[in-house]
Structures are given as C-alpha cells and as structure tokens.
C-alpha cells in the first residue's frame, strides 16, 4: 500500500517523496515494493525508482535525479529532520503506532487503527468492499476482519502463512504456476503447500526469519503473470484516495 501511494503521487508529480523502512522488511508482494531497495540499494515498480539513501543529503540527491528516496529510519528521526507537509502512514499495523497531528500541516492514517481528527486529519477506508478507498475525515475506518479479501473466489486459501517459528526458505519464485499440493517451501521441517492452483504472485524473501502465523505469500488463482509485477486494483484505489485527500486540502 505504502508503494502504491508512493507510485500515484510520484506519477502525478509530487516528486520530493521520502519513505521511511525497517531494518528487515517483510513485504509479500515484493516486485511492486520499494522496499526492496533496503536489500538491492534501488527498486523500480511500474517505471517509478526508489533509491536507498543514507541521510538528508542522500534524499537530496534522488530528488535531483527525479526519484523517490528510501531511507532506514523505524524511529521516524527524519520527519523532525524534513517536516514534510504531508505525512501518510502506511504501516497497517492496525494501530496507531506513534503518528499524530503536529507531524504535518495534513497526517494521513491507511486502515483502521486511526481516529480523523485526533490523532491523524483523515483516515483512508482499507477493507474491500463498498467504501473501499473512502476518505474519513471524522471517525475511523472498519475493523480488521482478519479475513483476507476474495480474489477469484478464493480467500484464507489464497494466503500463505508460516504454521511455527523458524526461518523461511522458499522452493518457487513469485511468478511460478502452482498447482494444488505444491511445495512453496518450508519453515524448519513444517512444509508450505499451495491450498488452490493458480500463480505466486507475492512472496517473502527466503532466508528471513519468521513468527508462527505470518503472512508468507500469495496465491492468484487468475493466474495471470503479469498481475504480479504490476499495482493491485485495491491499492491503486487507496493511493488514489490519498491524492484526493491531499488535492482537498492543498489545492
């Protein structure tokens, strides 16, 4: 999600863009991420390239070569640093970490976890469905269901999920056609079979070191190739939102 806001700002040229990583991202859909610059030094997704900087004159920098910039930061030090006159926070941790008002003239919260007009002055609506894309501008957004959205007819199948600590190491590749019953690969000695034929659309890095539960990859069963290297319906829609919020107030 944080990508695809990063994407559609970029694209409509708000070029002065910063994203603030962990030391270990855990993204699944990697090949549309910038994140992945933590681990390569540069992404590019959809024609739009991030660049892994190491300090404010390092965002200079891929300012002046027209690319977003991408810096390890989990305390957020460079936002007291930049003051940025829009911040948006993008983590899902479907709750409010840390990010409140005085951060920005406008503080954007994706996803529930949020209140707009206390601790963030507006919210984006996350949960498929109806309000998809929704911006709130007083309340919250609708709770974590827990349940992954349906695609192709498919939901909890979809998902990957590590069944015990340990650390990941993957057999495919996110592109690969599985087929039900396919090794995607393994969490210690506990395999990672597919539940529904279709393709890798999303997965971890092999080699990360992974809690019982967590979100390992993704399965498409439309099958197309093509959706994996490319935005998803749900986050184009979301980063959409966010454009609009920031057009209402900056416009």
């Not at 349940?147 to 592109?175: C, E, M, T, W, Y």
Request: hydrophobic share 40%.
């Amino acid at each position: 999600m944080a990508s695809a806001v990063a994407w559609r700002l970029f694209s409509a040229h708000f070029h002065k863009i910063f994203m603030l990583e962990i030391n270990r991202p855990l993204a699944v859909r990697r090949e549309v991420s910038f994140c992945e610059a933590v681990y390569e030094g540069h992404k590019k997704v959809e024609d739009v390239e991030a660049v892994k900087v190491q300090d404010l004159k390092g965002i200079q920098d891929a300012w002046e070569n027209h690319k977003i910039a991408l810096i390890v930061d989990p305390k957020w030090t460079m936002i007291q640093e930049i003051r940025p006159d829009v911040t948006v926070d993008a983590v899902l941790a479907k709750k409010n970490i840390g990010t409140h008002l005085t951060e920005a003239r406008l503080v954007i919260g994706l996803g529930p976890g949020f209140t707009a007009g206390k601790d963030v002055h507006m919210v984006i609506e996350t949960n498929r469905g109806h309000n998809l894309g929704r911006v709130i501008t007083s309340g919250w957004a609708e709770p974590n269901t827990g349940i992954p959205g349906s695609i192709g007819g498919h939901s909890n199948k979809r998902v990957l999920r590590a069944q015990a600590d340990g650390v990941f190491q993957a057999k495919l590749s996110i592109g690969n056609l599985v087929r039900t019953g396919d090794v995607i690969g393994a969490v210690g000695e506990s395999e990672i079979r597919a539940e529904i034929n279709g393709i890798l659309r999303g997965l971890i890095r092999s080699g990360t070191k992974v809690p019982a539960g967590l979100k390992l990859g993704d399965i498409d069963p439309r099958g197309a190739s093509e959706y994996c290297y490319t935005i998803s319906d749900k986050a184009r829609a979301i980063a959409g939102s966010v454009l609009e919020a920031i057009l209402r107030i900056y416009n």
